[in-house]
């Protein structure tokens, strides 16, 4: 079974920057580089969204809430993606996962992300 191994999250300052990482193990190069994948977010007493993915040729896609503020990339090689967030808000608190774009595969454990002075 796929599994996806998040990594980066902290506390940070309103204004600060995290960079999140996520690898996926279990799945050979050859499926990887056919999913889209992307970042997900829950946050206390909410649904999980995603918050931006990312196709295996590197079209991007982001939610208006961080459209400008985030980032995604990934290295099919190394069959790892990230996601770069920078002017971060309170708001944008949450467990960050990550998973394919059609969220198929068994959830990870996610990161923590916590924005507050």
């Known amino acids: 079974q796929v599994q996806f191994a998040e990594s980066g999250g902290g506390l940070v300052q309103p204004g600060g920057s995290l960079r999140l990482s996520c690898r996926a193990t279990?799945?050979?190069?050859?499926?990887?580089?056919?999913?889209?994948m992307g970042w997900y977010r829950q946050a206390p007493g909410k649904e999980r969204e995603l918050v931006a993915s990312?196709?295996?040729?590197?079209?991007?896609n982001y939610a208006d809430s961080v459209k400008g503020r985030f980032t995604i990339s990934r290295d099919n090689s190394r069959k790892t993606v990230w996601l770069q967030m920078n002017s971060l808000k309170p708001e944008d608190t949450a467990l960050y996962y990550c998973?394919?774009?059609?969220?198929?595969?068994?959830w990870g454990q996610g990161t923590q992300v916590t924005v507050s002075s």
């Open positions: 998973n394919t774009g059609d969220s198929s595969q068994a």
């Open positions: 279990r799945m050979i190069f050859s499926t990887y580089i056919q999913y889209i």
């Open positions: 990312i196709t295996s040729s590197g079209f991007t």
